[in-house]
């Protein structure tokens, strides 16, 4: 049962967790969420999971240009989608939060099309893979500098503040983001304003090659936010219950106005930094695979065994399902075609100005010139 | 019709558009209860309070950032950069995120905003109260930039940045913020075009191009040159992006000899962009080389503060450089 | 007597003092200064306020354009300025640091050269008022852009780390300056590196008319300190003994390899930002009356009073001596002359480019044609 | 001699500096242990430990601000920015404190360093992998720039840079990176001279200047004019800050006819520099107007990687109009 006490400590020196390794209920308080939800938050997990496979496999087969995996942030990703109130909170998330967005109902044809850059991408195609947005359900668009959306996340809290309805912002990042000068920034102004924000860190040690100890002399991060006045949370990011529950109190705080606050998900990559990084270069391989013993997915599996809500068969039932899902959606995807040359010469302003408009005309012009299309 | 300066101007379009429209904010450090360092905020904060009008913490990158995810969200921000020189910790935000949105998100997204920032010299503020950025803001597309020169160009200007629907940088010349009153425009409503910019002075024998601060000494030296006998064009450029390509390109033509006056660095500044297109648009109505007289490639110095900027003489020297050739 | 066990903890509530306000010794531990020491350090308090009393008034005159006054933050200044190896260690100042530059022996024509942009000042008249600088003395010349000396200061450390020799930096700021983006950035890469840096913040407790919780939600600026794995004290800043015996054990902390701390002085501006500002806009007067009530000048004055070290003839005799040194100082930067126009194009480079030259030449040229010098 | 690629020749060169002076340290995020993301740095953390090889926290403000004060202190750093898309996080360390340092203080502190970074497109990277920022560093007095577009230019710019008193950016074309194999010097004090372009190919009838990544583009139209039988002289401007105008007038001068290629967006662009120079130093001497090829003023497209760039087709289309004039 939910109360308005905050349930879980700021500050904890152990991070937080509510079920075990193992698959027990080891919360202080009792769980209050049905079998479905439970289950809707499995076939997530397994979602985000099957959906960075096939994107691996889409790369290999020269199919996309870029992957930048999250197998092993499922649990924070998952944990998070499900806090928010989709299409009324807004996100601002980054690049390895394919899960998040996939969570939260972003069409996977749109997904697919944006990794493929073809008209099925909302973005037509002006970014690399791994940078979804959507205007309908308030993702802002992924950028690749990181932590710069931190501000601008910021200041559509401040927003809603001003607004008074009680939404909140949602902002996720990396461990290596917190470096950032933008980061503090944003999260600094969010303090002193007591903006509705969440600022979540997805925390899997390492900043492509450079690992935590290189990247910041506090240790992790939920220390961080004594700087801001605000609290400070530190999560097993491998228990997507933890996850949940962490975050569904921070933003329940955020919406009742009392500000803002830090959560950090320890969690892991198993794959490299992205489908260009070689981590064999800067971790040992032993410390990969006792990462992978603690996987999300395994655990909420136990759990669900546990209570007789899960097994092999609906196991291989949403397996084979989900395939279906991602074939169709790849298909549909591929299938909208590629985005037109002229279209990049679109979307700079509100409308084309004549500097733009001529230099598409002598592109044009250089173009038949040469015997090309257009 | 009202009697202002150029900094009252601001204050007080500000003020209108804030009445008018209950989506525009106002951010920034001291915009607040102290009205602006410069007061071009003045009287804001008493009348909306601290939501609408909010003193920031010392950080370009928060209030630009900020004020990218306002306008995301559906509010009408307009962010003050103290000193434009101040810029450049927050200037990963603006080319990174405000100038780029539209285009990266598909048009899924935008950030209708506005970022004022005081710049330019002749104040004995040394290199980091004195400079001119706008070259680094007309080369980042995405961004419309204003630079202008006089109350009423402002009073115009401004509201057709705060109604727009892009991200612009508003350059206001600190230098002549309390140098000259003049009438402005009693219509609530009234705004100057995007991208045109504004003949100051009419003549047959040379094309004098500037815009910002420097328009006061380029008005100055037309006015020394009548003097001789000589009659100046004079084009207020005004929008710097985009740019009057079309009045520029028409006059230059009519007269055959052009001199452009910019105080940023010379080089790659905007009017070696000007002259860049004159000479490939128009080569053959050239009648003597497009001469440049601006800022030196040095940073600002303190000592030498109107020594750096492209004053009348220097001007005049180009012009009969110019006249002669 | 000075033990290599730390002395002050960090994190405390209540600001470290070592006299209270009427002058009593208050430390648990002995004071370890001679007297001489003692009666330097109540000079450099004096001269720093003398100098500040000096400068408003030449602005006033309009010898010089811009004035940031120090009054209030001499008790963290010369405390600073006691506890580094002068000429040793490296000094990041921020500009209203007259009296911590003043305090470590910068000539005082120099300091009016440089407020006057005369001949006298080493950097040739390049910069504003209140932006000292002295390669001598290690003194890094002050810049403009609010904490933009920080990840340069972080840079010297590092290179003092790697040098081995036992040199430290200490870089000073205000409140704030720990809002800016390169101020996080240069203390965390400091925390992550354990470089030998003392960041030391005269925390005013107003950024022009910005106070500090518009500046931050945290408070207070030591606790910032935990986003970075360092220890961070507050002190009494108007207790320049305090502020000296905090600042001498953190240096040695760093001399020793025991890596950088963040010092909070909780100071206070009786005087405007700047000669620009008109700080009644923002404050009221009542806060400024109360905290002139706590002069560190006054303060130490009761202290030395208390062991009959000082009385009224010495102070006279002190102001008279200082009036007499600021008048010769004052009088030879203007003797200095005028920065020649031509120096505006040299030092941008090792060597004079082409371009540079030919722009010397033009302007010459046009000079010559408007029958102007030159 | 040894045949390198270009990424070999920064890495190579690195080394034999590092050995050579002990104060020269690398510093930037992923440059120690991972050997750079491009291998750049690869070998140097094993030959010479963390110390000199310094993996820093993900903070473009860091890695230029601690290599300034590095530099003043008397260590010779080189830092490396991943992307030149992201030094603009640490933009105001090179704007307000690298470039202004020696002037500021009066020749008291400068800060001899160098700042890696690739640049440039058609690698599918979108507009955060592809830009080229170099407009933004020629603009700001006080940096040397450097963009060279061959292995044996990259190995000698380098020294050069890495030996001077001054803080050079050093931009490295991306996609030329492992593009093409050359021989470059054993001598281990080849250097290149400061402000000095190179002739890549002589020819009369045309002169295209380019620099950078577009030199590959820039060299293959020549050859294709040359099998029409229109011969191109072909200026790689290499430095870019100062950058050589001797040589640029020279040889636009004796040919009449040029066109400037460049793939950072148009409007001030470096090669409007180039171009507004020509014109006001030798107008008399075009036979036609200087026409540029640039990339667009958009933001850099994922989809339309190779179209942004001033390909082939566009640099003979523009030599065409300039032949055809
Ligand atoms: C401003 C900026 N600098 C550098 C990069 C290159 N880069 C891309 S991802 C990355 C590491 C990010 O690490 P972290 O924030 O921990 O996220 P993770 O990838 O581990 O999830 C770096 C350095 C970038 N994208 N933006
Ligand atoms: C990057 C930057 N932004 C804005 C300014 C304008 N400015 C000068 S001083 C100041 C306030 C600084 O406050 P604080 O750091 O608390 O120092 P104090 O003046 O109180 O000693 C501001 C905003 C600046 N100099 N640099
Ligand atoms: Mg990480
Ligand atoms: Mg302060």
């Known amino acids: 049962m939910i109360t308005d006490s905050p349930r879980f400590e700021p500050f904890s020196p152990d991070p937080h967790a509510v079920i075990s390794e193992s698959g027990e209920w080891i919360a202080p308080f009792d769980l209050d969420l049905d079998d479905d939800t439970l289950r809707g ?5 397994v979602l985000a999971r099957l959906i960075d496979e096939r994107l691996v496999r889409l790369q290999r087969l020269g199919k996309t240009s870029f992957v930048a995996p999250g197998a092993g942030h499922e649990g924070a990703q998952v944990g998070i989608a499900h806090a928010i109130e989709i299409g009324r909170d807004w996100l601002y998330p980054y690049y390895r939060d394919t899960g998040l967005v996939a969570a939260i109902g972003w069409p996977l044809e749109k997904l697919f099309g944006q990794m493929l850059a073809t008209r099925a991408d909302p973005a037509r195609g002006r970014q690399m893979p791994a940078h979804p947005g959507s205007r309908a359900l308030n993702v802002f668009t992924v950028a690749s500098p990181i932590a710069s959306h931190v501000p601008p996340a910021v200041g559509t809290a401040l927003s809603q503040k001003i607004a008074g309805k009680g939404d909140v912002t949602v902002c996720t990042f990396g461990d290596g983001a917190t470096s950032e000068g933008d980061w503090h920034a944003g999260v600094n102004f969010a303090g002193a304003q007591g903006a509705p924000i969440v600022f979540a860190c997805e925390n899997n040690r390492y900043a492509i090659s450079v690992d935590l100890n290189h990247q910041t002399g506090s240790g992790g991060i939920a220390a961080k936010a004594h700087a ?62 006792a990462w992978r013993l603690r996987d999300p997915i395994a655990r909420l599996r136990r759990f669900l065994e546990r209570r007789s809500l899960w097994g092999d068969e609906a196991e291989e039932g949403l397996r084979s399902e989900i395939a279906g899902e991602l074939d169709e959606a790849v298909a549909a995807a591929e299938a909208a075609g590629p985005q037109d040359v002229d279209t990049l010469f679109e979307d700079v302003f509100a409308e084309l100005p004549a500097h733009l408009e001529r230099q598409r005309e002598r592109y044009r012009l250089a173009r038949r010139a040469a015997g090309e299309d257009g | 019709m009202a009697v202002q300066t150029f900094v009252q101007t601001v204050a007080r379009t500000l003020m209108q558009e804030m009445r008018r429209d209950d989506r525009v904010v106002v951010l920034g450090q001291d915009v607040g209860k102290r009205g602006g360092v410069f007061l071009a905020t003045e009287g804001l904060f008493d009348a909306f309070g601290p939501d609408r009008v909010i003193d920031t ?44 949105l539209r285009y990266r998100s598909g048009g899924s997204f935008h950030a209708p905003m506005v970022v004022r920032m ?31 020169s006089t109350p009423r160009d402002a009073q115009g200007t401004l509201r057709t940045a705060m109604r727009g629907e892009d991200p612009v940088v508003f350059l206001e010349p600190k230098r002549l913020y309390r140098a000259v009153k003049e009438e402005v425009s009693d219509d609530p409503d009234a705004t100057l075009p995007v991208g045109k910019g504004v003949l100051r002075r009419e003549g047959d024998d040379v094309v004098l191009i500037s815009y910002g601060a420097s328009m006061a000494e380029t008005v100055q030296a037309a006015a020394a040159l009548a003097q001789q006998g000589i009659e100046a064009d004079v084009i207020d450029l005004r929008w710097l992006l985009p ?27 905007l009017v070696s962009e000007v002259a860049a297109t004159i000479a490939e648009e128009i080569l053959d109505m050239l009648e003597a080389p497009p001469v440049r007289v601006t800022g030196f490639d040095t940073p600002y110095p303190y000592a030498q503060d109107r020594a750096y900027l492209p004053g009348v003489n220097r001007i005049l020297y180009a012009v009969q450089q110019v006249l002669e050739y």
């Open chain 1, 228 to 289: 801001y006045g605000m609290p400070g949370y530190l999560v097993d990011g491998m228990d997507v219950l933890a996850c949940y529950y962490v975050m569904r109190e921070v933003v329940a705080n955020a919406r009742e106005g009392l500000g803002p606050a830090l959560v950090e998900m320890a969690v892991y990559r198993y794959g490299p930094h992205s489908s260009a990084d070689d981590d064999s270069r800067y971790r040992p391989a032993e410390e990969v695979a």
């Open chain 2, 57 to 100: 913490p010392l950080s370009e990158a928060a209030i630009i950032g900020a004020a990218i995810g306002m306008a995301v969200h559906g509010l009408r921000p307009v962010a003050e950069v103290q000193f434009s020189d101040y810029v450049f910790p927050g200037f990963d935000q603006l080319v990174s995120q405000a100038a780029k």
């Open chain 2, 243 to 269: 740019w009057d390509e079309e009045l520029v390109l028409e006059r230059v033509a009519r007269v055959g000899r052009v001199v452009l006056v910019s105080e940023a660095p010379r080089t790659a500044n």
């Open chain 1, 41 to 45: 938050m499995y076939r997530n997990l």
């Open chain 2, 118 to 148: 005081p710049a330019g010299g002749g104040v004995k503020g040394g290199h980091h109260h004195s400079q001119n950025p706008e070259t680094h803001f007309v080369h980042t597309p995405g961004l419309q930039v204003v630079y202008p």
